[in-house]
């Protein structure tokens, strides 16, 4: 089973600043196969991210994805108010479909 | 737009079967290009990926589940299913289904149903 780990565990900014989120795999995965997700409290996980960089439909532009190999990147270029909320990394491309642990992004 | 609806009781006595059902509306559920899964969550904790099924019914599970779960589609009534079987506490969860989709993205799930907590408990 593939391994991802998110860094840091939660990060505290505040808005208007600039959001740097970590996914380590255990192996190399396919950009394709590497995706993001946004939960908020209550709510159902949102596909933010898939194929490493490509946006989903009506995700902002301060959202971006990078990364190849074990290394990605989440980056939210200036955080806003909605953007507060619990961050996955997925990879699809190896069954199980393994998930990230999560990183939490709270307002400092 | 594409909703999934998820279904099923929501408390399930432990050693018993957990059994939901997840009802697609908007769109195909026999389309090629895309599965159908099942991921949950336990309160506070991260998510995990259960398993996948086609709409020819062709499935896969994570392994850590497989000798439990079994999931089934019914393309006529637009539904797909999970049963877990012999549930403990540690199969109390919220519990999502959601479309898997490999037109755009390649296997990332796009669509998710709002969830439902299953709790397991005598």
């Known amino acids: 089973e593939i391994v991802l780990t998110q860094s840091p565990g939660t990060l505290s900014l505040s808005p208007g600043e600039r959001a740097t989120l970590s996914c380590r795999t255990s192996q190399s995965v396919t950009t394709t196969y590497l995706g993001w997700y946004q939960q908020k409290p209550g709510q159902a996980p949102r596909l933010l991210i898939y194929g490493a960089s490509t946006r989903a439909t009506g995700i902002p532009d301060r959202f971006s994805g990078s990364g190849s190999g074990t290394d990605f990147t989440l980056t939210i270029s200036r955080l806003e108010p909605e953007d507060f909320a619990v961050y996955y990394c997925q990879q699809y491309g190896t069954s199980p479909y393994s998930f990230g642990q999560g990183t939490k992004l709270q307002i400092k | 737009q594409l909703q999934l609806q998820e279904s099923g009781p929501r408390l399930v006595k432990p050693w018993e079967t957990l059994s939901l059902t997840c009802t697609v509306s908007?769109?195909?559920?026999?389309?090629?290009?895309?599965?159908w899964g099942w991921i949950r969550q336990p309160p506070g904790e991260g998510l995990e990926w259960i398993g996948s099924i086609y709409y020819s019914g062709s499935a896969s599970y994570t392994p850590s589940l497989e000798s439990r779960v079994t999931m089934s589609i019914d393309t006529s009534k637009r539904q797909f299913s999970l049963k877990v079987n012999s549930v403990t506490a540690a199969d109390t969860a919220v519990y999502y289904c959601?479309?898997?989709?490999?037109?755009?993205?390649?296997?990332?799930?796009?669509?998710w149903g709002q969830g439902v907590l299953v709790t397991v408990s005598s």
């Open positions: 959601a479309r898997q989709d490999y037109y755009y993205g390649s296997g990332s799930f796009d669509y």
């Open positions: 908007g769109g195909s559920i026999s389309s090629t290009s895309y599965y």
